[in-house]
């Protein structure tokens, strides 16, 4: 079966330094994945996906950044967090070729200070 | 383009009542579309998905789902509310993009509330 991982859980950073995060699959080869954003009490900001190594698309311009190094190993960075980027950031995959549900991550919590 | 209205962000109901969330989409293309479920600090998970085969879409924890095109609605209900139901909803519709991508419009979320 697959399942998806994400880590930290929970991080708390000061404004200006760097972020990684990290989404890992198992059990599926050459999904399409996703970075979410979920600021407090509002929805689902979809922030970058990919549907292969190496291929990525932002959707929102701002600070962060994401990479695809292995096909089933999504990177969520950024050099320097601002205030605005605390929220909750969720990973998710897909198979790739049609439409189907995706799967989500446990998320990991960020405040910056 | 496509997308999706919740009507509602928080809707409260009491324990055994009938629940009702409603969703509402806008589509070029015939759609697919989602029902997810959030709890407190977790990712979403699938209640049901409706891929153009019955109307009427059973989901987990004895949610359903009718889609009328008529209405472009997919409203999730339940017949009897229980309080493992509180949590955030979200519905979504999507349809395949360029390369094999698939970009899901979320709504922005109804929060159940449970009332003992």
């Known amino acids: 079966s697959q399942t998806i991982h994400q880590w930290p859980a929970t991080l708390v950073q000061p404004v200006g330094s760097p972020l990684s995060l990290e989404c890992t699959v198992e059990g599926t080869s050459n999904p399409n994945l996703y970075w979410y954003r979920q600021a407090a009490g509002r929805g689902l900001q979809l922030l970058f996906y990919?549907?292969?190594?190496?291929?990525i698309s932002s959707e929102v311009p701002q600070n962060l950044s994401a990479s695809r190094p292995q096909d089933r190993q999504f990177i969520l960075s950024s050099k320097k967090l601002l205030l605005s980027d605390s929220g909750f950031y969720l990973c998710?995959?897909?198979?790739?070729?049609?439409?189907?549900?995706?799967?989500f991550g446990p998320g990991t919590r960020l405040t910056v200070t | 383009a496509q997308s999706v209205t919740q009507l509602g962000s928080h809707v409260s109901v009491s324990e055994g009542a009938l629940v009702l969330l409603r969703c509402n989409y806008s589509s070029s293309v015939p759609p697919y579309l989602f029902w997810y479920v959030q709890y407190p600090n977790q990712g979403l998970q699938l209640l049901l998905k409706?891929?153009?085969?019955?109307?009427l879409v059973k989901g987990i924890n004895g949610f359903e789902a009718e889609f009328k095109k008529s209405e472009t609605s997919f409203h999730l209900t339940k017949p009897s509310a229980h309080m493992s139901d509180a949590a955030e909803y979200f519905c979504?519709?999507?349809?395949?993009?360029?390369?094999?991508?698939?970009?899901?419009?979320f709504g922005r979320g109804t929060s159940l509330i449970v009332h003992p």
């Open positions: 990919s549907v292969g190594i190496g291929q």
């Open positions: 979504a519709v999507s349809d395949q993009g360029p390369g094999g991508s698939y970009i899901p419009t």
């Open positions: 998710a995959w897909t198979l790739a070729g049609a439409v189907y549900e995706q799967y």
């Open positions: 409706y891929t153009s085969a019955a109307t």
